[in-house]
């Protein structure tokens, strides 16, 4: 089945997409803080970070809440990021994009979970420099029920572990020399589990563009975080970029290339 059967249908698809976008985004915000504080994810309402008053149902509304508050708690005044918004506006976005390109199809529904858990890797990977094992995790579970779904699970299978082995092997063996040499901890082992997680998805060849895209996106980020005094460079948000990007375009690209020759 196709979106783009008529204009209405497509609007309506992409309407709600973008609107469950936005609402996780707010769901998942909610679970990177709990993951990251300890505290237990299915417990009572959202309350504000700063007088620990609990929301009402307006203020949870994604997006417009925020708007409608002007970026202040209703209770305490208290300034709240708009990190929170910005983040449900991405995901939100990022769903559309995926529908988009993917249309209606199991491998839809497949990418915007990947792309819900890379949301929390960034976020988590942002504020404590750590990518909980418990998204790395889910994100196997996930790839496995759609290898299992497709009915042709041996080839799936295999092109999963290749895909997951292609670059976060060579990654493990690069950084394990260069702690020999420099004799410091030089990548997160927690790059590396990403890597293999998302690296499941995808065929070997897209991965390595995303393991190259990362890698400037990467150094783009620390360029610009050097201003801010920050001394660590998490790779979490450039790995997880690198992997959206490779989704939209990444065969697309590898087959650009492999036209040239
Ligand atoms: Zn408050």
Not at 100 to 115: H, P, Q, S
Request: hydrophobic share 55%.
């Amino acid at each position: 089945m196709t979106i783009y059967s008529t204009t209405f249908f497509a609007f309506f698809w992409f309407f709600v997409t973008f609107f469950l976008g936005i609402t996780m985004g707010s769901f998942l915000n909610c679970v990177a803080m709990r993951v990251l504080s300890g505290e237990p994810i299915a417990r009572g309402r959202s309350h504000c970070m700063s007088c620990g008053h609990k929301l009402g149902a307006l203020d949870l509304v994604p997006l417009f809440s925020w708007l409608l508050l002007k970026g202040k708690c209703r209770y305490c005044e208290s300034k709240i990021s708009a990190r929170y918004p910005l983040s449900e506006l991405v995901l939100g976005i990022v769903y559309v994009l995926v529908l988009a390109k993917y249309d209606l199809t199991l491998r839809t529904l497949e990418l915007i979970v990947l792309c819900s858990i890379l949301l929390c890797v960034t976020l988590c990977d942002l504020d404590e420099h750590i990518i909980p094992d418990r998204f790395i995790v889910i994100g196997m579970i996930n790839r496995i029920i759609f290898v299992v779904i497709s009915g042709n699970i041996l080839e799936e299978l295999k092109l999963s572990l290749i895909g997951a082995f292609s670059v976060s092997l060579p990654l493990l063996i690069l950084s394990l020399i260069l702690d020999k040499i420099l004799k410091k901890d030089t990548m997160g082992g927690g790059d590396i589990k990403l890597f293999f997680m998302a690296g499941m998805y995808f065929a070997w060849p897209v991965n390595v563009l995303v393991l190259l895209m990362s890698a400037i996106i990467g150094i783009v980020f620390g360029i610009l975080r050097k201003k801010n005094e920050e001394k660590q460079i998490p790779f979490g948000p450039a790995i997880s970029v690198g992997f959206f990007l490779g989704m939209l375009f990444g065969s697309e690209l590898v087959n650009l290339y492999a036209g040239l020759f």
